[in-house]
């Protein structure tokens, strides 16, 4: 069946870089991604949507700047974390679905510890 | 707005025995709702999902759940957990404005502990 694929499964940076997750669909076209954000032990927070060739919708409270989102083709979107601070250290979640009635598919998250 | 409520934070029960799991909604339409599960340090699985139709649908992994309008419910059931159903459980309930957008809302999370 349909899979989203995210990489990496886990990242560790430093204070002050920047790390990209990708979330790609393999055998669908993902007119549509979001990105969760999910705290330990508490529910997962959509941050954005992101429309394939347009820019991405964010949620109340989410930094543009910080987290860049960009979904350039049809099978593919990147979460860029700039500037990244241990506040910042999270599971990240993508998911992603197609025209018209298409199922959603989860990706299997990206654990960003920055230290 | 659309909101989603699971009561209970925690749930342990043994083996073999029932499960409720509850979940409580806010929204304007008819939702559009969800049950997924999620183990540690992964993303998550869909076990069933509410679109119309019968209130009573049937999901993977022998789950089943209620819509039932009149209590904005949407309870998720087992009639016999295994040790393997231990794991993080989300309802959720599709939002914004329209049908099938795939933008959900999740609830808070019930985490299940299965007892030997």
């Known amino acids: 069946g349909a899979v989203v694929s995210q990489h990496p499964s886990r990242v560790i940076c430093k204070s002050g870089t920047s790390v990209k997750i990708e979330c790609r669909s393999l055998d669908f076209q993902a007119t549509t991604m979001f990105w969760y954000r999910q705290f330990p032990k508490q529910s997962l927070m959509l941050m954005a949507t992101?429309?394939?060739?347009?820019?991405?919708?964010?949620e109340q409270g989410v930094e543009k700047d910080k987290f860049l989102i960009n979904h350039a083709s049809l099978t593919l979107s990147t979460l860029t974390v700039t500037s990244a601070h241990p506040e910042d250290s999270s599971f990240y979640i993508c998911?992603?679905?197609?025209?018209?009635?298409?199922?959603?598919?989860f990706g299997n998250g990206t654990r960003l510890t920055v230290t | 707005a659309q909101s989603v409520t699971q009561p209970d934070i925690h749930i342990t029960v043994s083996e073999g025995a029932s499960l409720e799991l509850r979940c409580n909604y806010s929204?304007?339409?008819?939702?559009?709702l969800f049950w997924y599960v999620q183990s540690p340090g992964q993303g998550l699985q869909l076990l069933l999902k509410?679109?119309?139709?019968?209130?009573l649908v049937q999901g993977i992994k022998g789950f089943e759940a209620e819509f039932k309008r009149s209590q904005s419910s949407f309870n998720l059931r087992k009639p016999s957990v295994h040790w393997s159903d231990a794991a993080e459980y989300f309802c959720a309930v599709e939002g914004g404005g329209s049908s099938n957008t795939g933008k959900l809302i999740f609830g808070q999370g019930t985490t299940l502990q299965v007892k030997p």
């Open positions: 509410y679109f119309s139709g019968d209130t």
């Open positions: 929204y304007g339409a008819t939702p559009y």
């Open positions: 998911s992603a679905t197609g025209q018209g009635d298409s199922p959603l598919h």
């Open positions: 992101s429309n394939e060739g347009s820019k991405a919708t964010y």
